[in-house]
């Protein structure tokens, strides 16, 4: 393993470091990835990738606000198949969207 010494500037540090905390891994680490991703996506897992597009997006990471779980009362066996029918009713047409997202990573590697 090798060590290079890279100056930046104050501003870009601190978005470094608060982007890494956010993630909850080290300035280096993340450094690496968005390294690795610049030089060469391919050497990226897909897992990475979606990490590093994940955290740009504010979604993942251990500062990130969380909203408290409410108290899910007991419910019946027919609300329970009412909520399912609500679900699924909900993801009607998210495919097309999910193969767009999928085209997407394959443009990447």
Same mark, same amino acid.
């Given at each position: 393993m090798k060590q290079l010494l890279l100056r930046v500037d104050d501003e870009l540090h601190a978005r470094l470091t608060m982007q890494a905390r956010? %993630?909850?891994?080290?300035?280096?680490?993340?450094?690496?990835?968005?390294?690795?991703?610049?030089?060469?996506?391919?050497?990226?897992?897909?897992?990475?990738?979606?990490?590093l597009r994940l955290m740009a997006l504010g979604e993942i990471g251990r500062d990130r606000p969380r909203t408290p779980?409410?108290?899910?009362?007991?419910?019946?066996? %027919?609300?329970?198949?009412?909520?399912?029918e609500r679900a699924l009713a909900s993801m009607r047409g998210a495919g097309p969207v999910l193969d767009e997202i999928t085209a997407d990573w394959r443009d990447v590697r």
């Open positions: 956010a %993630a909850g891994v080290s300035v280096n680490a993340l450094a690496n990835k968005v390294l690795g991703l610049a030089i060469d996506p391919a050497n990226l897992s897909r897992r990475d990738r979606l990490q779980r409410p108290e899910v009362p007991a419910i019946t066996a %027919a609300e329970l198949e009412a909520l399912r």
